[in-house]
């Protein structure tokens, strides 16, 4: 409690500053609600209201190039997502719940991917990519994406394992659980909602990125940002913003879905 | 083998095989020479280096110093600050307010600013053309009511670049502000009060420098996305001005010079682990 | 072996963390054996290895040296699911995603019984910590009290030859605290098994206890039944820690033990030893300097008169410590009240002077 606790409201606020996240929450909203305003419209225009229609969304439905693009997307994402989330809680075990000589060190090559700007993680893997002869396409997408995934889903797993207990596997093993019953019956069960949330920011980064994915993708593993790009050479076309008014769709349910579980998880 | 590092190889094995290696092995090119269609010879070769300061003439190989490339990235740091700065000017006082919300509508706020980061970055960089373009809301309202006589430049320029930075990494930086000033323990602020502070002078003296660490790493996380940034100089700016992140990718596309590529990015990656380590020092000494 | 009768022996345990210079010596040497169906309490300060120990008896740790029999079977590196032993753990580490009917039967369930065998027994310890209706229940869903008796069921249902008891009952509030003492020794003479209570409240410890392991720096400092270390401690921590002990720097004479300022006080030992007298503060009384007598301490000066409700608490200067004496209000002695500056003395109660080796 505050000492001048009368008025301690005053204290905190300052002028001007409410005012301004009003203004920073209609900046990062007012494209993206736009966007998908017009991505209705009937007429091709994208500067004139001309009445509401799904049309373009049943041409972007129709249309087999970005159909395919956003199935490699998704399965892409899918595939990275698990094989980072995987990879990630192996890791995040080892860091939280065991003595790892040089953690620091194992800690900074597990942070790594986060300090490297994409360009030059999209242009390194180009290069590692063609000169060992692994070739471009799905597969070398799948493994950058993956890489570049694993810290991301290793913030929530560790942030989670970190706050559990761990008396828990103490009386666990106290209460005649052998080790692996323990992972199951307890550590699993408990880093659950760490995981799903994990799987989900690595599925969001994967289906977010661009720059990589359009230097690795080879013919037919284009993705879907990668075609949206190429559409964009005829210019914002209705097409287009019913394509990107889907993928904010997508992201909304994500969002919506790892909200329901931090809400469980509290 | 032990458990543990049984666990860790996988994670640790991938990124330093996948990412690291393919890295280290981009430096290596940056010093080989240029094969016609994309590609290196080896033969090691100092003109990616060479080609970023001076231009060398074709027929008798005299070279004359050429700003050029330097001019693009000093445009990229000088675009990259300008969006940190912005980002601080509207981040600190949104993550200040949101910090000082009661504690339901604080999550609510904070689910707010953090959303459109879940949104695709081309989708969010295409929906902020759409809106500054000629033909766009803000013009034609601007110009039904008669306020201008044409269409305000709004795209396609170093304002459009710098708009589309600072809307692509806000969040970055108003998270780890939120965060600090969540553990601000506001009655340091009643004491400055109570010690004659004016608000101004408490908010400089008192909460600035305690806030500091989240400043620090709020502006790195906006900085260095912001110098390789790609699609915002490439579709806000309408390919007109380039920045490091165009002229690194321009070299794998069109121009196909996997050295010159290969140098710039090399560079790019040294710039940012300078500043991570000279800010993860200064954090150390700091701890201590 | 014939150390059948106790319920776990412990031989020259030791428990050191870190090497060399930097070494922690956590448990140095500790011989203890702790009988069967006893309530044994290992009393101390935080820090004084109460902890370690306990965690080296359930298996978390593993001792540097010296070894821990449990009912005569050497327990040496055996992990904790492979011991006889159960544990209540300090903030009772239930687990969240179960219910209060899966965490009683969890170690059943580890140990394959069948499932009519668990229901039934977790339908009796549910019963026997007075839980029934709350079986569907998660621990989030539960008071700290009612957390309290889940983890003592569930450490319980598996029939423990020991069990172990990790300070749990300093997570509760003060009037909780009381009940579930009485609770604890309860269950304790019901169940017939043997308790290892760990605790640095010397109240709960004396309370409950049959016998009293005192421990301060990684070793045993006395070990016996709670009058004993009341009445009788070994040493000046044991004095000091356990109900707060008046200590005085003396020397032994002809007649007595001579204090400086404080004449000469009935007590014996070797003639010129340095000691350390210690009276417990409700064991003195308080008398007009006109009054003393031979073997009385004094003359003192009133220092400090603080009142605490149900007794008169003095602080006495004079002597080369300040002295402490609690008058209880009411009573024989309840009528005395004394100012501050009053000249006084001191009168021990017969056999209140414990002299200490210094």
Redesign the interface.
């Given at each position: 409690m505050?000492?001048?606790d009368t008025r301690s409201k005053d204290?905190?606020?300052?002028p001007?500053?409410?005012l301004?996240?009003g203004?920073?929450?209609a900046?990062?909203?007012?494209?993206?609600v736009?966007?998908v305003l017009?991505s209705f419209n009937d007429g091709r225009?994208?500067?004139r209201l001309d009445g509401v229609s799904l049309r373009w969304y049943g041409q972007v439905f129709a249309n087999e190039e970005i159909g395919g693009a956003a199935l490699n997307s998704v399965l892409l994402a899918v595939i990275a997502a698990t094989l980072a989330t995987?990879?990630?809680t192996?890791?995040a075990?080892?860091?939280v719940r065991?003595?790892?000589r040089r953690k620091a060190a194992?800690y900074a090559?597990?942070n790594?991917?986060l300090?490297?700007?994409?360009?030059?993680?999209?242009?390194?893997?180009?290069?590692?990519f063609?000169?060992v002869g692994l070739g471009l396409g799905f597969g070398s997408l799948v493994?950058?994406h993956?890489?570049?995934c694993?810290p991301f889903a290793?913030l929530p797993i560790t942030a989670r394992l970190t706050s559990m207990?761990p008396?828990?596997e103490?009386?666990?093993?106290?209460?005649?659980?052998?080790p692996w019953?323990r992972f199951a019956l307890?550590t699993l069960?408990?880093l659950a909602p760490g995981l799903m949330s994990g799987w989900l920011l690595a599925f969001?980064v994967s289906?977010?990125d661009?720059?990589i994915s359009s230097?690795l993708s080879g013919p037919g593993s284009t993705t879907l940002?990668v075609h949206?790009?190429s559409m964009?050479r005829l210019g914002?076309t209705p097409e287009?913003?019913a394509v990107?008014s889907l993928?904010?769709l997508a992201?909304?349910l994500?969002?919506i879905t790892s909200?329901l579980i931090a809400r469980k998880q509290s | 083998m032990k458990?543990?590092?049984?666990?860790?190889a996988?994670?640790?094995g991938?990124?330093?095989i996948?990412?690291?290696?393919?890295?280290a092995?981009?430096t290596l090119?940056s010093v080989l020479t240029p094969a016609q269609y994309g590609?290196v010879i080896w033969e090691p070769s100092a003109e990616a280096y060479i080609r970023l300061l001076f231009e060398r003439d074709i027929f008798d190989d005299t070279l004359t110093f050429n700003a050029d490339y330097l001019q693009i990235l000093g445009r990229s740091v000088l675009q990259a600050g300008i969006a940190t700065v912005l980002c601080l000017i509207?981040?600190l006082?949104?993550a200040?307010?949101?910090a000082?919300r009661p504690a339901g509508q604080k999550s609510l706020?904070l689910?707010?600013?953090t959303?459109?980061y879940?949104?695709?970055?081309?989708?969010?960089t295409?929906?902020?053309?759409?809106?500054l373009?000629d033909?766009?809301?803000i013009n034609?309202t601007l110009q039904s009511m008669g306020l201008t006589d044409g269409p305000l430049p709004l795209a396609y320029n170093n304002f459009a670049i710098g708009l589309g930075l600072v809307?692509s990494f806000?969040p970055f930086m108003?998270l780890p502000l939120y965060a600090a000033i969540e553990r601000f323990d506001?009655?340091l602020?009643?004491a400055a009060?109570d010690l004659h502070a004016n608000?101004r002078k408490a908010?400089f003296a008192v909460v600035l420098p305690i806030l500091r660490p989240g400043l620090i790493a709020g502006g790195l996380l906006v900085f260095?996305?912001g110098?390789?940034?790609?699609?915002a100089p490439d579709?806000l700016g309408g390919g007109k001005t380039l920045m490091?992140?165009n002229l690194?990718?321009m070299?794998?596309q069109g121009s196909r010079n996997?050295p010159f590529?290969?140098a710039l990015?090399t560079i790019?990656?040294a710039v940012?682990?300078v500043a991570?380590f000279i800010v993860a020092r200064r954090a150390a000494r700091e701890d201590a | 072996m014939q150390d059948h009768g106790d319920a776990c022996r412990l031989t020259g345990l030791g428990r050191t963390y870190g090497r060399g210079a930097t070494a922690h010596h956590a448990l140095d040497g500790i011989d203890l054996a702790i009988r069967a169906n006893e309530f044994f309490t290992l009393l101390g300060p935080s820090g004084c290895g109460k902890t370690t120990l306990l965690r080296l008896i359930?298996?978390?740790d593993q001792p540097t040296t010296g070894e821990i029999a449990i009912f005569g079977r050497n327990v040496a590196g055996l992990?904790?699911?492979d011991r006889p032993?159960?544990?209540v753990?300090?903030?009772y580490?239930l687990?969240?995603?179960l219910t209060v009917a899966q965490n009683v039967g969890?170690?059943l369930r580890?140990?394959g019984r069948p499932q009519a065998e668990i229901a039934s027994t977790v339908g009796r310890m549910v019963e026997l910590v007075g839980l029934e209706g709350m079986e569907q229940r998660r621990p989030d869903q539960l008071s700290g009290g009612q957390k309290q008796r889940v983890a003592l069921a569930?450490?319980l249902a598996?029939g423990p030859k020991i069990l172990l008891l990790d300070e749990p009952l300093s997570a509760l509030d003060a009037k909780l605290r009381q009940r579930m003492r009485s609770e604890l020794k309860a269950l304790q003479r019901e169940t017939g098994i043997t308790f290892v209570f760990v605790t640095h409240d010397q109240d709960e410890a004396l309370a409950m206890s049959d016998r009293i392991a005192v421990m301060q720096g990684g070793r045993v400092q006395q070990l016996g039944r709670p009058e004993e270390i009341y009445e009788a401690p070994a040493n000046r921590f044991v004095a000091d820690f356990i109900g707060g002990a008046n200590l005085i720097p003396a020397r032994i004479g002809a007649q007595g033990a001579q204090a400086e300022g404080l004449g000469v006080v009935p007590a014996t030992g070797a003639i010129g030893a340095d000691v350390t007298l210690a009276i417990r503060p409700e064991r003195l009384s308080i008398l007009p300097t006109e009054q003393q007598q031979p073997g009385d301490l004094g003359p003192l000066t009133v220092a400090e008169r603080i009142y605490m409700g149900n007794e008169l608490s003095f602080r006495l200067e004079g002597a080369t410590v300040p002295l402490h004496v609690t008058l209880p209000r009411g009573g024989l002695r309840g009528a005395q009240d004394f100012g501050l500056g009053e000249a006084v003395c001191l009168r021990a109660d017969p056999g209140a002077i414990r002299v200490l080796a210094s």
């Open positions: 505050s000492l001048l204290i905190r606020n300052l001007g500053f409410g301004t996240a203004f920073t929450v900046f990062l909203y007012a494209p993206i736009f966007l017009y225009s994208i500067s995987v990879m990630a192996a890791a075990l080892a860091m065991m003595r790892v194992a090559v597990l790594f991917p300090m490297v700007p994409e360009i030059v993680t999209a242009i390194a893997s180009l290069i590692f063609s000169s493994v950058a993956t890489t570049f694993i290793y207990d008396a828990l103490t009386a666990a093993a106290d209460l005649y659980a052998r019953r307890i069960p408990l969001i289906l977010d661009f720059i230097m940002p949206i790009y964009l914002i287009v913003n990107s993928m904010v992201s909304a994500v969002v909200g | 458990l543990h590092r049984i666990l860790l996988p994670s640790l991938t990124i330093l996948f990412m690291a290696l393919p890295i092995i981009t090119f590609g509207i981040g006082p949104t200040w307010f949101i000082t706020w689910m707010l600013v959303v459109p879940w949104v695709n970055l081309l989708v969010r295409i929906a902020l053309l759409l809106i373009r033909e766009g809301p034609g809307s806000l108003i506001f009655s602020l009643e009060y608000r908010f260095i996305p110098i390789g940034s790609y699609l579709i490091l992140g690194i990718g070299q794998f996997w590529g290969a990015s790019l990656m940012t682990l991570l | 359930a298996g978390f992990p904790p699911e032993v159960n544990t753990f300090q903030h580490a687990f969240p995603h969890f170690a580890m140990l569930r450490a598996p």
